[in-house]
């Protein structure tokens, strides 16, 4: 089994459509000779040449609407966003053009593009470098949304994401791209819309996306010490949801921690929280938490950036609260 | 700045309660959860916890009965100025209430939980899961503790709760050998032994009859055929002809009060009934003066009220005598225990077929046999012995009663 980093995982799925289908083609700022600002896609351009591997100007605006027009056309473009805190500049795109075409031509027209983006605190990047806006995406119709946090999540939900005939906004974790995993020889692609249970516990389900999900599981091994079984489950895509598994989960603890690094208010967990309390309302034992980032921007000093980002600490006292007992 | 203590609403239907004493002095250190004082309620006297910690500054009522809601204490910082509150009247001290849980000696107790943290408006706090699963398993929320997060109820109250209960006891599944399950005890269960107890003291004894139930049930099956809707029982016969018996007897229809025996004008029968939330004992009032039909109609209502915990106040007052029957269980004869103030308790059992001897020929004969537990300090042997007599004559023939 190859083990590869989340950044290989990225690039190793990237390669795969590129070599198995002509109409897929990537394009970004500085992806082609230096290979992104992140080195996803270094070498890719001495494999697949200038016209599938494209260097665009500095217009977020331009990349996404070359690639809804090139997605028309009938091609599966896979655009870079260098930071999503930049996908701000290509909204109207995004929002109004790449989730609208299908619906507003009654399915005569699909628009199959993948928006990779990356972005997330942890490396002292500053407020305008460091902010998580999945949920953004996950309140506009006609668009699918995915966050991976592990690098066999993240080849096979590409794979899926190249694939899939709508505009799939993909997320990816600054932090994430040395993780490593053993996957498998072959490419298994992941369904768009499943959730992944990274691990089994009885007391307290902890939904978590991104970086926060191994922050989770670390909480979860220290909260084991202490007698408490938490389980921790990714929803890996963020729309279409897997409510069926959330629910599942937390009517088996029935207790519930949401977590991302996100702030917390109008997060992606404020969603999956009311999923939660309406399919699951008779079987919950304590209030939902939630764990996010303070209500601020990110801060560049890495201590204050430290203190206003989540980690397993602040899931660990969010597990703690759910099963706590006042004596 | 100082807490107001208020009087809880522990229950449905609570609109007072009467304290009885305090557990702690005025400048005594209180602790959040520790017990303040001792509350009587309609159902049962409990200890009232405090719900913060703090020092007792000043006790308002320092004993009787106060509408729900009412301040009784100030609890606060160590020489916190008190506000001054108008201390509502209390009631002069409450009489040793007539108990109206009877319990028989045979019968399974169940184990009740301490009454949860309340807030002021009643609301109980509890989580969904955990109502769902007291909704599901019919157990008053009122009557649990809450240890989640700020006295939440949570499912593990319920769950505890549920299992120390019968009905749960009867589906739990083997327990492993060795294992001891320890129950810890709650203060019902602390009251509920307290008045057993104190009842115990009381010089008691018990005479035995058999009555031969032919005619009775002869009645029952017209009665039957009369009132379809009503549905009377033997029960409801029974229950009619104790009534008639006790206004001929009115000795035994008879409260002890210390100082005096009050004779009662009126056969007030409670009929004790399993509920899962425990035994309760609701009263049908003035049972002489109705018909067979409408104690059973009064009956059903009694019951279905008080197996879905709807019984109010008024319905467990008043009682003059109780009857408790287990005949519906196979019980052939037990020993009720006193339910005081009452002079008597009658515990029944079922009717069977037994062999008696009649005109020196051994017959096959529906009997049925009662025990009544007396008081001695309020009734003698002879005066009992006479009272069954009639009830024993009234079964056999219901004529008589007229």
Not at chain 1, 137 to 156: E, I, N, Y
Not at chain 2, 284 to 302: K, N, P
Not at chain 2, 370 to 396: N, P, Q, S, W, Y
Request: proline share 6%.
């Amino acid at each position: 089994m190859p083990e590869l980093t989340y950044r290989e995982a990225v690039r190793d799925a990237l390669s795969r459509a590129m070599r198995a289908d002509d109409d897929v083609f990537i394009m970004g700022e500085d992806i082609a000779e230096m290979g992104g600002s992140m080195g996803v896609t270094q070498g890719m351009l001495a494999e697949f040449g200038p016209d599938r591997v494209r260097n665009t100007p500095i217009s977020e605006m331009a990349i996404v609407g070359a690639g809804i027009g090139a997605a028309m056309q009938g091609m599966r473009p896979v655009v870079e966003i260098m930071y999503e805190d930049f996908t701000t500049l290509a909204m109207e795109q995004i929002v109004n053009q790449a989730a609208k075409h299908r619906y507003m031509s009654g399915g005569q027209l699909r628009v199959p593009l993948t928006v990779r983006t990356q972005g997330g605190a942890g490396w002292s990047p500053g407020a305008q470098h460091a902010q998580q806006v999945e949920a953004w995406f996950v309140h506009v119709p006609g668009l699918k949304v995915v966050f991976a946090s592990t690098p066999s999540d993240v080849r096979g939900l590409l794979w899926s994401s190249i694939y899939d005939d709508n505009t799939v906004i993909f997320f990816e974790h600054r932090t994430l791209y040395p993780l490593k995993e053993d996957v498998s020889e072959e490419l298994e692609p992941i369904p768009l819309g499943q959730a992944r249970v990274h691990r089994e516990g009885e007391d307290v389900t902890v939904i978590a996306t991104g970086r926060l999900v191994h922050e989770a599981l670390s909480a979860a091994a220290e909260a084991e010490k202490d007698g408490v079984s938490v389980e921790v489950v990714d929803p890996r895509t963020l729309q279409p949801l897997d409510e069926e598994t959330l629910v599942a989960s937390v009517k088996k603890t029935n207790r519930c921690v949401v977590a991302h690094e996100a702030v917390v208010r109008g997060g992606f967990g404020a969603e999956v929280t009311a999923v939660i309390q309406h399919q699951a309302f008779d079987w919950l034992d304590a209030p939902i938490e939630r764990v996010g980032s303070k209500f601020t921007p990110i801060p560049f000093a890495p201590v204050m950036e430290n203190f206003v980002v989540p980690h397993a600490d602040d899931v660990l006292d969010a597990i703690r609260r759910t099963v706590g007992r006042s004596g | 700045m100082a807490e107001q203590v208020i009087l809880p609403r522990l229950g449905q239907g609570m609109e007072s309660g009467t304290i009885i004493r305090w557990l702690k002095s005025e400048g005594d250190e209180v602790a959040k959860g520790e017990p303040l004082y001792e509350l009587d309620t309609d159902k049962v006297t409990q200890e009232v916890e405090a719900d913060v910690g703090g020092v007792l500054l000043r006790i308002l009522v320092p004993e009787g009965e106060v509408p729900v809601g009412t301040p009784v204490a100030f609890l606060g910082e160590p020489g916190e100025d008190v506000p001054e509150v108008e201390t509502a009247p209390a009631a002069a001290p409450a009489e040793p209430a007539p108990e109206p849980v009877a319990v028989s000696a045979e019968q399974p107790q169940r184990v009740e939980e301490r009454p949860s943290d309340v807030s002021a408006d009643g609301r109980i706090k509890a989580s969904p899961l955990a109502r769902r699963i007291a909704r599901e398993r019919g157990i008053d929320l009122a009557s649990l503790s809450g240890t989640g997060p700020e006295g939440r109820i949570v499912a593990e109250d319920v769950e505890r709760a549920a299992v120390a209960g019968p009905p749960a006891a009867r589906t739990a599944g083997p327990v492993r050998a060795g294992a001891v399950e320890r129950v810890e005890l709650t203060s019902l269960r602390r009251t509920v032994a307290r008045r057993m107890t104190e009842a115990w003291a009381a010089p008691a004894f018990q005479i035995v009859m058999s009555a031969d139930m032919t005619r009775a049930q002869a009645l029952r099956a017209q009665l039957l055929e009369r009132h379809p809707d009503e549905r009377p029982t033997v029960t409801d016969v029974l229950t009619k002809v104790c009534a008639v018996a006790l206004m001929r007897h009115r000795e035994v229809n008879a409260l002890y009060a210390g100082d005096a025996i009050e004779l009662q004008p009126s056969a007030n029968v409670g009929i004790a009934v399993a509920t899962e939330r425990g035994l309760i004992v609701p009263v049908i009032q003035g049972c002489e003066g109705l018909t067979v039909a409408q104690i059973a109609s009064a009956r059903a209502d009694l019951v279905t009220r008080a197996r879905d915990g709807k019984l109010q106040t008024a319905d467990l007052e008043g009682g003059t005598f109780t009857i408790s029957n287990l005949g519906m269980y196979g019980v052939e004869q037990f020993v009720a225990v006193l339910n005081p103030p009452q002079a008597a308790i009658l515990a029944v059992g079922a009717i069977e077929e037994r062999a008696v001897a009649r005109a020196g020929e051994l017959v096959a004969r529906p009997m049925m046999t009662m025990t009544l537990t007396c008081d001695h300090r309020t009734i003698d042997g002879a005066t009992a012995a006479d009272f069954l007599r009639t009830v024993k004559e009234f079964l056999e023939e219901p004529g008589l009663t007229l």
